[in-house]
Every structure is written in C-alpha cells, then in structure tokens.
C-alpha cells in the first residue's frame, strides 16, 4: 500500500513538472523571446523604431537648391543671349540704315542723269532742233557719259582705300564725296582730294569731300 502511494505520488510530482515545463515554455514562446540561439536585438531595435517613423521617407527631395540655382543660372544665361541677340540686332539695323543711305543716292543720282539724258536725247532727235542746239546736247550727253563712268572709277578707288562706301557726283566744274565713316580727318581728306583732282582734272578748291555713318 505505502508503495503504491510512493509511486502515486511520483507520478504527481512527474505530471506537476512536466506540467510546469510546458507552462513555462509557452509563456517564453508568447513573449517574443527567439530561439535558435537569437539574442533578441533586432526585434527590440523594430520594436523601438517602427517602419512608420522612418526619419528618410521626410527627407524633402523637391527643394533642390542645387536645381533651382541651376534653373536660375539658365534663365540668367537666357537673359544675357536675349539682351546680347537685341544689341547685335539692334547694331545691325543701324548699319543697314547707313548703307541705305548710299544705295538711295545712287539710285536718285541714277533718275536724275536718266531724265537728263532722255531730254537731251529728244532734242537731237527733233527735227525743229537748230544745229546748234543739236550739237550742244550731243556734247551734253558725251559728258553725262564720261561723268558716269568717272564717278564709278572714283568710288571703286575710295573703297579700295579702306573706306566702307562712298558715292561720288561728278558735274561740269566740282566733284562731290561723300564716304561712309563717323569721322573725316584731314589726311584722309588730302588724300581723297588728290585722288580725285588726278581722275578728273578738276581743281582742289572745287572738290568737296564730307563724312557720313
């Protein structure tokens, strides 16, 4: 009887520590601790630092000073191509403006040697012209002739003097210059009067020479 209790209660103290293991073995289980050896850091680390908290999802990407100064250069340098394409264009504008100058002079000079010459040209032509007056104007014209071809010789010869253009009017008497440049100094008017006094034979003091941008 006294060892059948003995191992009745054996059996109690076995059950009651078995029973004691299991209960301990899932509270650890429940608790988070890790088995395999883990010392339970990293989950504490998670614990403390969750994803949400993540300090580089607040990190401000779209204020970029270093985009927007480069922007701000861009539209600096833009600025600069546009002020600088204006005074080009407006430098351009102002020497075409002075070119046209000589071409209009030419183009007037031209008219005017054309209705002379087409008045002469009548008046050779009309039978109830005297010869007298016939002859004069055929003379006129040779001379019309002679002061065309004498004005192109004198302004191909000014250019070739490093002048950017001029436009010469030849008449009977005095010649008349005029170069394309913002100055005439003295030498340069000598040197265009001895010029022209050689092509023509026309005195000095008859020779008129003026500048024009």
């Known amino acids: ?5 003995i191992k009745k209660k054996g059996l109690w103290t ?11 073995a899932g509270f650890f289980q429940i608790g988070g601790i890790p088995s395999g050896g883990d010392t339970g850091t990293v989950d504490s680390a998670t614990e403390d630092n969750p994803i949400e908290d993540n300090p580089t999802v607040d990190n401000p990407t779209v204020d970029n000073p270093t985009v927007d100064s480069a922007k701000g250069d861009s539209t600096t340098e ?8 204006t005074k080009n264009n407006e430098t351009g504008n102002e020497s075409t403006d002075n070119g046209a100058f000589f071409v209009e ?13 087409d ?4 008046i050779v032509n009309n ?5 007298d007056i016939r002859k004069e104007a055929q003379t006129r014209l040779l001379a019309i002739s ?26 009977e008497k005095s010649v008349t210059i005029i170069i394309q440049s913002p100055v005439l100094t003295q030498p340069d008017r000598e040197k265009l009067t001895a010029i022209t006094a050689r092509v023509t ?13």
């Open 1 to 5: 009887m006294s060892m059948l209790f």
């Open 14 to 24: 076995g059950l009651f520590i078995l029973g004691v293991f299991l209960i301990a």
């Open 78 to 85: 833009d600025a600069a191509i546009v002020d600088t394409g």
């Open 105 to 117: 002079y030419r183009l007037e000079r031209d008219r005017t040697r054309s209705q002379q010459i």
């Open 119 to 122: 008045l002469l040209r009548e």
């Open 127 to 131: 039978s109830n012209s005297s010869d």
């Open 146 to 171: 002679q002061a065309i071809d004498t004005e192109m010789k004198l302004e191909n010869l000014i250019r070739a003097e490093d002048f950017k253009d001029a436009v010469v009017f030849v008449e």
């Open 201 to 213: 034979g026309i005195n000095a003091e008859n020779i008129a020479v003026f500048a024009k941008l």
